[in-house]
C-alpha cells in the first residue's frame, strides 16, 4: 500500500490490556489548570519505569466542567488496578493537591471505583469537610490558598496500551515535522493519549538485550547509524524513525487515533522525505490487540 | 393507568393515621381491598372508604384530595412511587421515608420527613417543627435526600440532621440547625434565634445575615469551589434554588457550634 508516495507496511503494532482511568483538572484559568496538568502527567512517559503512562487528553472549555472553570482532562493508564491507584493518589496528592487555585473532579462516571480525593482528605488533619452532591462524594480540604474541592473517587476501566507505528524519513527534521502534524490531528480524537515527550518517542526498544539485566534495549534494526551492522530493517535513504505511542480506553479509540495519525504523516508525503510507516510488534504472541496498519487505513 | 386517588368525603373530628396507603402496600391490592384497608382515627378503626372515595388503579402514583392538617403519616417509609397531596397534611409527613417522591400543595405539621433517609419532599405551603429531625429521644434524623419547603419552617429544623438537604425558600424558625452532625440546609429567607445551636457539622447556606452568635467564630470571606456545583444540582429543581440569580459562591463562613465540637459552618452570601 502507497499512501502521497509513502509506503504502508503490511504490518501490525500489538498492544496490551491495561487499566485507565481519567480526571479532570480545573483551576482559576487554563494557565493553573494546564500547569498543574503538566505535573501530575510528568514522569509518565512508559508503564516499565514510571509505573504509569499518562498524558493529557484535552482542554476543556469552563461549561464541559463540574465547577465552570477552565480545565484539563488527563488519562493515567498502569498494567493494573492497584498500580493505577496507588499512582493515581500519589500524583493528585503532589500535582494538584499542591497546585495554586485546583480542583479534582471525577472523568469516568462508570466503572470501578478508586481513589481520587477520598485518601488526599486526610491532609485536612480533622477540618476537611465533606459533602454529598447529587450522589457524589466531594472533600472540601482547607488549605492556605483557600479549599482544594476533590471528588472523592474516579473510575477505572478496561484499556488499551501500546498501539504505535513509526515514521521514517530522509532526515530527523522530516521525521520529527511529519511526527508533530500527526500528533496535533491525534489530539483531537478522545480517549486516547500519547505519553512520550511531546506524544513522539526516538528511542524504540525491542525485547531482551545482550546484557542479561535488561528486558529492553534499543530497536537496532530501526536505527539509522547501524545499518552496516546489524540485521536492519530500513533502507539506505532512511536516515531517521521515529515513533507515536497510543493508548486509549478500547481499540476502536485507538484504530482512529492511528488513522487520522498516519494519514497527517502521509499528507505530507514523500515530497517531505516520509519514505515508509511500520509498526512496532512482537511477532503477534505477547500482546491480544493488533492493528494492521494496511486494515487501519485501507 | 389512572393515579389511585383518595377523595376526602368530609374532614373526620380525630386524626387519622395515613401510614396504610403507601405505594408499596397497595401494590398489588384491588380497589375493593384498599377500600376495605382499616385506618386509625382517633381511638376508632375506620374503612378508608367511610372516609374516602377511591377511584382509579396506578398505585405507584397516588393522590390525596381535599386533605386536611388531620391526616397524619402520610407516606410514612415510602419506597418509591409519588405521592400527591391536594390541601394541607397533618404530623409525621413522609416519616423515615426512603424513596420517591411527595408533593404537598398546602401546609404541613410536625415532623416531616422526620428520620429520612432518601427521596425527595416538597412542600409548597408551610412546614411546622421538627422538619427533617429525628423523633423525640432519637439520635439521629434525616440521613439524605432532598427537602424543599416553598413557604416558612418551623423551630427546629434539621435537628439531629445526619446527611441531605433542606431547602427552604421562606423564614426558617428558632434553632435551625439545632443539634446537625452532617448535611446542608439553606434558607433564602430570615432565621431565627439560637441557628445551629449545639451543630457538630454540617452547613447552613444562608442568604440573609442570622443573628449574631458567641457560639459561632467569623472565619472571614471566602469563594468556595463547591458551592457552584451545590447549585447546579439544584438546578432539576421547580424553585427559586434552581434560579441562576439566585446562585453565589462568595460567602462569609463562621465556624461552630464552639461549645459544641465546632466543625459546622454558616455561610453567609455576600451581596
Redesign the interface.
Known amino acids: 500500500m502507497i499512501i502521497n508516495g509513502v509506503a504502508i507496511d503490511a504490518t501490525f503494532a500489538e498492544a496490551f490490556p491495561m487499566k485507565a482511568t481519567r480526571a479532570i483538572i480545573t483551576a482559576q484559568n487554563e494557565k493553573w489548570a494546564m500547569i498543574s496538568a503538566q505535573a501530575m502527567t510528568g514522569f509518565a512517559t512508559s508503564v516499565i519505569a514510571c509505573g504509569c503512562e499518562a498524558g493529557i487528553e484535552r482542554v476543556l472549555d469552563p461549561s464541559e466542567t463540574?465547577?465552570?472553570?477552565p480545565g484539563v482532562s488527563i488519562m493515567i493508564f498502569a498494567m493494573g488496578g492497584k498500580g493505577l491507584a496507588k499512582q493515581l493518589e500519589t500524583r493528585a496528592g503532589q500535582c494538584v493537591l499542591t497546585s495554586p487555585t485546583s480542583?479534582l473532579f471525577a472523568g469516568i462516571d462508570g466503572g470501578t471505583r478508586i481513589a481520587l480525593g477520598k485518601n488526599l482528605r486526610y491532609f485536612g488533619d480533622?477540618?476537611q469537610?465533606?459533602?454529598?452532591?447529587?450522589g457524589k462524594r466531594?472533600w472540601?480540604i482547607p488549605v492556605m490558598d483557600?479549599?482544594f474541592?476533590t471528588e472523592a473517587t474516579t473510575g477505572q476501566v478496561d484499556a488499551v496500551g501500546g498501539g504505535n507505528f513509526l515514521v521514517l524519513a530522509e532526515s530527523q527534521p522530516q521525521a520529527l515535522a511529519a511526527c508533530e502534524a500527526a500528533i496535533e490531528e491525534m489530539r483531537k480524537i478522545p480517549n486516547v493519549i500519547m505519553p512520550f515527550p511531546g506524544g513522539v518517542v526516538r528511542s524504540g526498544s525491542k525485547v531482551g538485550s545482550k546484557y542479561a539485566a535488561l528486558g529492553a534495549s534499543t530497536n537496532d534494526a530501526f536505527c539509522p547509524t547501524l545499518k552496516g551492522m546489524t540485521k536492519t530493517d530500513l533502507s539506505l535513504e532512511i536516515e531517521s524513525v521515529m515513533e507515536i505511542v497510543i493508548d486509549g480506553l478500547t481499540k476502536e479509540d485507538i484504530d482512529k487515533a492511528m488513522r487520522v495519525g498516519i494519514q497527517a504523516v502521509c499528507d505530507l508525503g514523500a515530497a517531505n522525505g516520509i519514505k515508509r510507516i511500520s509498526a512496532g510488534n512482537y511477532g503477534g504472541k505477547l500482546g491480544p490487540f493488533h492493528f494492521h496498519l494496511q486494515e487501519i487505513m485501507a | 393507568m389512572s393515579a389511585l386517588t383518595f377523595t376526602l368525603k368530609h374532614q373526620p373530628n380525630q386524626r387519622v393515621d395515613m401510614s396504610p396507603l403507601v405505594c408499596q402496600k397497595l401494590a398489588d391490592l384491588e380497589l375493593a381491598e384498599i377500600a376495605a384497608i382499616t385506618l386509625q382515627n382517633g381511638k376508632r378503626k375506620v374503612r378508608v372508604d367511610e372516609i374516602f372515595s377511591v377511584a382509579g388503579t396506578d398505585a405507584q402514583n397516588i393522590v390525596i384530595k381535599n386533605s386536611f392538617g388531620k391526616l397524619d403519616f402520610i407516606g410514612k417509609e415510602l419506597e418509591g412511587g409519588h405521592i400527591t397531596v391536594e390541601g394541607d397534611a397533618g404530623a409525621y409527613l413522609g416519616l423515615g421515608m426512603k424513596a420517591g417522591e411527595i408533593e404537598v400543595s398546602g401546609d404541613v405539621g410536625l415532623y416531616a420527613a422526620c428520620e429520612m433517609k432518601k427521596g425527595k419532599l416538597t412542600i409548597n405551603g408551610n412546614a411546622g417543627d421538627f422538619l427533617g429531625a429525628a423523633l423525640p429521644g432519637n439520635k439521629m434524623g434525616m440521613k439524605?435526600g432532598i427537602i424543599l419547603v416553598k413557604g416558612n419552617v418551623g423551630e427546629r429544623a434539621g435537628d439531629h440532621m445526619r446527611?441531605g438537604n433542606i431547602l427552604i425558600e421562606g423564614n426558617a424558625g428558632d434553632y435551625c440547625g439545632s443539634r446537625m452532625t452532617?448535611g446542608?440546609i439553606a434558607v433564602m429567607g430570615q432565621t431565627g434565634r439560637y441557628l445551629g445551636f449545639a451543630m457538630r457539622?454540617g452547613?447552613l447556606l444562608l442568604w440573609n445575615q442570622p443573628q449574631a452568635s458567641a457560639r459561632f467564630n467569623d472565619c472571614g470571606a471566602?469563594?468556595?469551589?463547591?458551592l457552584?456545583?451545590?447549585f447546579?444540582?439544584f438546578k432539576k429543581l421547580n424553585s427559586k434554588f434552581a434560579d441562576n440569580s439566585m446562585a453565589f459562591n462568595r460567602v462569609q463562613r463562621y465556624a461552630g457550634d464552639m461549645s459544641e465540637m465546632g466543625?459546622g459552618?454558616v455561610l453567609v452570601k455576600i451581596s
Open positions: 463540574p465547577d465552570g472553570r480542583a480533622g477540618f469537610v465533606s459533602k454529598l452532591i447529587d466531594y472540601r483557600g479549599e474541592l | 439524605g446527611r452532617a446542608t457539622r452547613t471566602h469563594t468556595l469551589a463547591f457552584p456545583i451545590l447546579t444540582s466543625r459552618e
